[in-house]
């Protein structure tokens, strides 16, 4: 009997080592004996970048968020386009993933390359997901561990990223749906949206809130009059569409719960903000997370590392790859 316990023992062992569950495959210390100081040097790359760059931050967050939501936590993202393949990041979606995003990761990886022991052993959506968590507290946000042991994907199509990722008019069901798609729940689509603390976007994507809302109003009436004047101001009609603007007029640069304090009073950049505000099932707890910045913390942090487990490659259908930008 004890016998056959064992042998029973052994055969489920050997069923979850050939089919790793991609949901438990991560862990703190993935990488604790091949690079133990992968963090460290994540970290001192990261700082340097933010150093010559604030714009590193913000670009760095959307990046991950990007990845995560089309074909997974897989640095994807990072794939840079051939004759033949138009990849992730070249669909019209990406137009504010800044260049200093792809940079952090470059980056930190040419940083854990020099290191003899981390040469080629830390996936790039590994360190995609680390420098994340770097970004966010830098900027002031909370500080959290990072499970590990993701593989880098094997696909990137610019075809891919259609339909997938939220759009700055989308209302809550839409933003519901697309979040419960990666199996992240309301409060975790608000935590998330809270990330709008920081960075920039462009005139183009909120012309329709200040000019021509509808057939019979032009302004947006969810928007704060007088932050829907300084909108005008700042993206006049004819302006250029790429001209930016800070997704918080009162923090931009400190990740903070004042984006749910902004909410309160209308400031909410997009519609895709605003409706959490105005939409009676996500009020309660945009009014919850403006006063307890704690508590908005620790959601952040749970939803964070949710979103770090979508779609997570391993070694059977993703691999380590030798330089973020191409397939090896
Ligand atoms: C909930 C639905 C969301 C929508 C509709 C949305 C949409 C957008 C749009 C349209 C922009 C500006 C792009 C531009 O004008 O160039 C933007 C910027 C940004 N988004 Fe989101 N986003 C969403 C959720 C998220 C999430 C979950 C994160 C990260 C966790 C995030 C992080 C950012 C950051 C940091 C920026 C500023 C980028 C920069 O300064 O380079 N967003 N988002
Ligand atoms: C325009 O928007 C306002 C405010 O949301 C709404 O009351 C009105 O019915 C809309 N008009 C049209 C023509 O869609
Ligand atoms: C940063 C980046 O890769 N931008 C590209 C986004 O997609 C547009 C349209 O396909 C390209 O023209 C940009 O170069």
Redesign the pocket.
């Given at each position: 009997m004890a016998r056959f316990g064992m042998v029973l023992a052994v055969a489920l062992c050997l069923t979850i080592s050939l089919f790793p569950d991609t949901t438990t495959a991560l862990s703190r210390n993935f990488y604790s004996k091949s690079c133990p100081n992968v963090e460290k040097i994540v970290r001192n790359a990261v700082q340097k970048k933010v150093k010559q760059t604030f714009?590193a931050?913000?670009?760095?967050?959307?990046l991950?968020?990007h990845d995560c939501?089309v074909n997974g936590c897989d640095a994807s993202v990072m794939i840079q386009s051939t004759p033949n393949n138009k990849a992730e990041k070249d669909h019209p979606?990406n137009?504010?993933?800044?260049g200093?995003?792809f940079d952090v990761v470059i980056q930190a990886k040419k940083a854990l390359d020099a290191n003899p022991s981390c040469r080629n052993k830390v996936s790039c959506a590994d360190i995609l997901t680390l420098a994340?968590r770097d970004v966010v507290v830098i900027a002031g946000g909370p500080t959290y561990e990072v499970e590990l042991g993701r593989f880098d994907g094997l696909v990137s199509t610019a075809a891919s990223v259609q339909g997938n990722?939220?759009?700055?008019?989308?209302n809550v069901d839409k933003?519901n749906a697309?979040?419960r798609k990666n199996k992240l729940t309301q409060e975790d689509?608000i935590a998330?949206?809270?990330?709008?603390t920081?960075?920039?976007?462009?005139c183009?994507?909120i012309f329709n809130r200040i000019y021509n809302f509808n057939r019979t109003i032009s302004v947006d009436p969810t928007l704060n009059k007088l932050y829907a004047k300084e909108l005008q101001l700042a993206c006049p009609k004819n302006v250029d569409p790429r001209i930016?603007l800070n997704?918080d007029p009162v923090t931009p640069k400190k990740f903070d719960n004042v984006y749910f304090k902004n909410l309160q009073q209308g400031k909410g950049l997009?519609t895709?903000?605003q409706v959490l505000f105005t939409d009676g099932r996500s009020r309660p707890t945009v009014n919850a997370w403006a006063r307890d910045s704690l508590a908005f913390n620790r959601a952040f942090v749970t939803?964070?590392t949710k979103?770090g487990r979508v779609g997570v490659k391993t070694n059977l259908n993703g691999n380590i790859r030798r330089d973020c930008g191409a397939f090896n």
């Open positions: 714009v931050v913000p670009a760095t967050l959307r991950f968020f939501f979606d137009i504010s993933l800044a200093d995003g994340t990722l939220p759009g700055p008019s989308d933003l697309l979040f689509m998330l949206s809270a990330a709008h920081l960075g920039f976007a462009h183009g994507k930016a997704m997009f895709s903000d939803a964070m979103l």
